[in-house]
C-alpha cells in the first residue's frame, strides 16, 4: 500500500514537472528543425523568461482577481515575460547567430557562449541569490489528499496553462498558413524555398514562438521551483531528453535522403507526375499578394 501511495505521488509531482519541460522542449525541436542546429542557450533563456516575468509582475503588482490561486496579473505578467524572452531571442539570431559564416556545429558552440552571456547578465542585475515570486503559498487540494495526491492548485494552472499551449501549438501546425510553412521547411528547405516560401520569415517566426513557449516555461519553473540564474541551465539536459529529430508533425525523417528532393537542393529540375517542375521566377512572388513582415 506504501509503494501505491507514493508511486501516486511521484507520478502527480511527474506530470506538473514535465508540463515545464514540454514547454522547453517544444521550443527547441523547432529551433532544432528549422534553424538548423541544437541552441545550448535555449535553457538560459528559460531563465531569462522567468527573470522577465518577475520585473514585470512586481511592476504590474497582484490584483484581488485570482485564477486556481493566481492572481490575473501574474498571467499577464508571464505573456509580457514570453514577449520579452521572444525580443531577446530574435536580437541575439539576427546580431549573433546570422552574421556568423559557419555550420552547426559552428552555431553550435556559439550558443554555448550565448548562455554564458545571458547567465552573467541575469546574474549581474539580481545577484546569485535565489528569489520567488510574490505569491502566496497554497496548501494541497484537500478533495486531492484523500487519494494521496500532493497538488495544489498553482500546479494545476501550470498543468493546464501547459496543456493549452501544447494544444495551441498543435493547431497553429496542422491548420493555418503559418504552420503549414514551417512544416515545409522542416521538410526541406530548399524545396520550401523553390516553392515560394520566404524561408527566413518562417525562422524568423520559429525563434519568436520557440523563444516565447520557452519564456513561459520559464515563469512556470520559477513558480514550481524558486528563481536563480542557474534554473535554466540545470534543466539543459532534461529538456534535451525528449528532444528526437527536431520536425515538426508530418514532416518526413526521410526527407534528405529523397532523390528528386536531393535534387531540388542542388538546383536542377525534378519530374513530378509526369512534368517537369522549374524554380519560380522571382517575379512570380513579387505578383502574388502583398506579405507582411513575417508572413
Do not use: C
Not at 68 to 80: E, H, N
Amino acid at each position: 500500500m506504501a509503494v501505491t501511495e507514493q508511486f501516486i505521488r511521484l507520478a502527480a509531482d511527474g506530470v506538473v514537472y514535465s508540463s515545464i519541460i514540454v514547454l522547453g522542449s517544444i521550443g527547441l525541436s523547432l529551433i532544432y528543425s528549422i534553424a538548423g542546429f541544437a541552441n545550448f542557450a535555449h535553457g538560459d533563456t528559460m531563465t531569462v523568461g522567468a527573470y522577465a516575468t518577475l520585473v514585470i509582475f512586481g511592476v504590474v503588482g497582484g490584483t484581488s482577481m485570482s485564477v486556481l490561486g493566481l492572481p490575473v496579473s501574474f498571467f499577464l505578467a508571464l505573456l509580457l515575460g514570453a514577449a520579452v524572452t521572444a525580443v531577446v531571442a530574435l536580437l541575439t539570431e539576427r546580431l549573433v547567430y546570422k552574421p556568423l559564416d559557419v555550420g552547426p556545429i559552428g552555431l553550435l558552440i556559439t550558443s554555448i557562449g550565448v548562455a554564458f552571456v545571458y547567465r552573467a547578465l541575469v546574474q549581474i542585475r539580481f545577484s546569485a541569490d535565489s528569489r520567488r515570486y510574490d505569491i502566496q503559498a497554497l496548501r494541497p487540494i484537500d478533495w486531492l489528499l484523500e487519494y494521496n495526491i500532493a497538488v495544489t492548485e498553482h500546479e494545476v494552472a501550470m498543468v493546464a496553462s501547459a496543456i493549452v499551449l501544447v494544444v495551441g501549438l498543435h493547431l497553429l501546425l496542422q491548420h493555418t498558413d503559418l504552420g503549414r510553412k514551417m512544416r515545409a521547411t522542416a521538410d526541406n528547405p530548399s524545396l520550401a524555398r523553390a516553392s515560394g516560401i520566404r524561408v527566413r520569415r518562417i525562422e524568423l517566426w520559429t525563434w519568436i514562438i520557440g523563444a516565447g513557449l520557452a519564456g513561459a516555461g520559464g515563469a512556470f519553473l520559477g513558480l514550481f521551483n524558486q528563481l536563480i540564474p542557474r534554473m535554466g541551465f540545470n534543466l539543459l539536459l532534461v529538456i534535451f531528453v525528449p528532444h528526437r529529430d527536431g520536425r515538426p508533425t508530418d514532416a518526413d525523417p526521410d526527407v534528405d535522403r529523397h532523390p528528386d528532393r536531393q535534387r531540388v537542393r542542388e538546383g536542377t529540375r525534378v519530374p513530378h507526375h509526369g512534368r517537369r517542375v522549374a524554380r519560380p521566377a522571382p517575379g512570380d512572388r513579387r505578383r502574388g499578394r502583398r506579405r507582411g513582415w513575417l508572413t
